[in-house]
């Protein structure tokens, strides 16, 4: 089930933040790391050496480095693009000042 999440991560980080090289670089190697990460847990498993949990935290670490580089490499959408919640919602005038916050006392 892992891995299906994390092809909907790359997928959803190149396509909805992009799409562009940087993005897609981005969701490649994040998925790539975390799926070592999951196949140094099984290889751990299997012999329990207890080095290899410097392998297994430093790959998912590891993954948030293209992840980054998939975030920063977003670009803007042009003037007058319409986007995927456009479609959904429409073009609905949701006034932002409608919502009156109150403080809550502890």
Partial sequence: F???????????LWRNVGPNR?????????????IVGVIMTQVYQANGVELLHAFIGGS????????TIGILSAVELPEGQKTGEDEVYGE???????????SVPL
């Fill in 92 to 102: 609905q005038d949701v006034a932002v000042d409608s919502v009156e916050m109150t």
């Fill in 60 to 67: 998912f670490v590891l993954s948030l480095i293209p992840f």
């Fill in 2 to 12: 892992g891995a299906f999440a994390g092809i909907g991560i790359l997928f959803r």
């Fill in 22 to 34: 940087g993005t897609l670089f981005g969701g490649i190697g994040f998925f790539i790391m975390a």
